[in-house]
């Protein structure tokens, strides 16, 4: 016989999630929570996974049924105990691994530590000891009237899995007839009259349940890089970050030549994967003739809006060997953050000579190399 079956509860709607469908079925990057939720259990020891599923989503949970033979389908009931008591009808192995489908960051480590703890100990129950300093309260009509400190030490937050001999939780749903618990341990205890054993969780266990969460855990980050060089030259004005820097000569090219505003325009577009600024901007269309670079960027932040992004942050080095440009750079970074409407601190530039070595160490040109990072978390 096989060591553990998976009760796996999705019979929820998700609601508090405001989705508008079962938050199970939201995308986290190419797979829905659900899925990762079922590849935790992908693992040997591990014969069958039931998932007690909510009957709107059938056809979702069918599909996936395809895509693993452990997997077995259980319509849940109207709550929680109901949905784990019709799974447990398909559980016959030693033990059965109580889970919710919500909590799909569970560690690997923690997983096995509860398996291993269930066969040294008859039963695991995962936890975490609480952060927060915590009060009890005393409520009238929903509304507190008066709290009082406890010891957070004396206090721990309750996880799931939850693993029992599948032949005792069993007998325990039975003797429940019906009556509703927030979790299977609290069950477990009451009707077997055994105490549970406790392995400690992890905090990366989350268990999905408010907007909040949906939205920490689909928000990526995007990083994108930047170069370019242009070659200096005499009766032009040297254009830096939108700001004149006081030189004898300046930058030759179509527009202003504002290299460093070239640069972190290329950065953020190959964050979006969108082509770079020679496509968008081609230097042989006549209304680029001299433009202000700065014009330039603000039509790059708008594609940043258009694709619900968020610049996180730009940094960019600017390799000149004159003229020494470290007095100047507190007022590019200001102005540079006003044109794209971020914080001051949220834009890095730095400058660098080259040691007299390569073209700009001549004089030639000044180059200049740029990182943006966005995120997705507008
Ligand atoms: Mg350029």
Redesign the pocket.
Known sequence: MSKFDVILACGGSGSRCNLGYNKLLLDIGGMTLLQKALSLFYHEDIDKIIIAYNKDDLSVVSQYKDEHKKIVLCEGGTTRTQSIANALKYADSEYVIIHDGARAFLPKKCLEDGMRDAIAYGTSVLYTPSPDSLRQIKTENGAIISSFPVDRNAIIKIQTPQIFPTDELKQAYNLAAGSQYTDDATLYEYFIQKPVHLTLGSPANIKVTTPEDCKAITSGVLVGNGW???RLGEGRKLILGGIEVPHTKGLI?H?D?D?LI?AIMDALLSAMHERD?GVLFPDTDDKYKDISSVLLLKEVMKLVKSHSLKVRSVTAVIMAQKPKLSPYIPAIQKNLADIMELDEDSVSISATTTEKLGMAGREEGISVSSVAVLCDCV
């Open positions: 370019d060089t242009h090219a527009s030549g290299v070239h600024i």
